[in-house]
């Protein structure tokens, strides 16, 4: 059956933070008239989440858990949980916490004002000085590159609806850009800033 929304989120060595994930989600979504899925795909993980993963099947029936054979790297687990979502709209965010579901009302009532794509803007990025100036490098390169628009500083997470989800769906490449695909479709977008959480548990 159809849900009104999906939460996609990839999993890689999660163990300490799918669980509290999944407990923050339930609570914000219950404040909220509403159907959804959780989709929580299983990227090839070696440590304990596979088995977190199982017990909270029992205890959380709006859960689906999608199992990659191994690593297909960070979008291509995002694409796996597209696949196989349901919803009206599709919510993407990060498995590590760092995407606080608490902003999710913003996230919805923004949507509901008639935007296709509503994509988070990151007030501060996380990552330390060489990471980010490796990010800079790559937006300012791709921007002499592409043809359109593509937002600085817009993660992955945000809300997309059903028909944007089906033409990232109906395009040809192998390895897809989510970002870019998203950005390019030319659908009504808008971005929502919002405060990226630090990595509460493990690596990144």
């Not at 608490?102 to 501060?124: C, H, N, Q, T, W």
């Amino acid at each position: 059956p159809v849900v009104d929304y999906s939460l996609v989120m990839p999993a890689y060595n999660e163990e300490d933070n799918v669980g509290p994930l999944v407990e923050r989600i339930e609570k914000v979504m219950s404040g909220i008239s509403c159907t959804y899925e959780i989709i929580i795909v299983n990227n090839g993980s070696f440590d304990s989440t596979p088995l977190v993963l199982e017990k909270l099947l029992k205890t959380c029936p709006r859960l689906v858990v999608l199992t990659l054979t191994r690593n297909f790297g960070y979008d291509g687990a995002i694409i796996a949980g597209l696949e196989n979502a349901r919803g009206q709209k599709i919510i993407i965010m990060d498995g590590d916490q760092q995407d606080p579901p608490e902003v999710l009302p913003e996230f919805i009532s923004k949507s509901a004002e008639g935007f296709d794509i509503v994509y988070g803007i990151r007030s501060k990025r996380t990552e330390g000085w060489f990471i980010s100036a490796q990010i800079k490098i790559f937006y300012r390169l791709m921007g002499k590159i592409i043809n359109f628009d593509l937002p600085k500083d817009a993660g992955n997470f945000g809300i997309m609806n059903r028909e944007v989800v089906d033409v990232i769906h109906r395009m040809p490449e192998r390895n897809k850009f989510i970002r870019g695909l998203r950005a390019w479709s030319g659908f009504s977008s808008v971005g929502l800033v919002y405060e990226r959480d630090e990595r509460p548990q493990g690596d990144s």
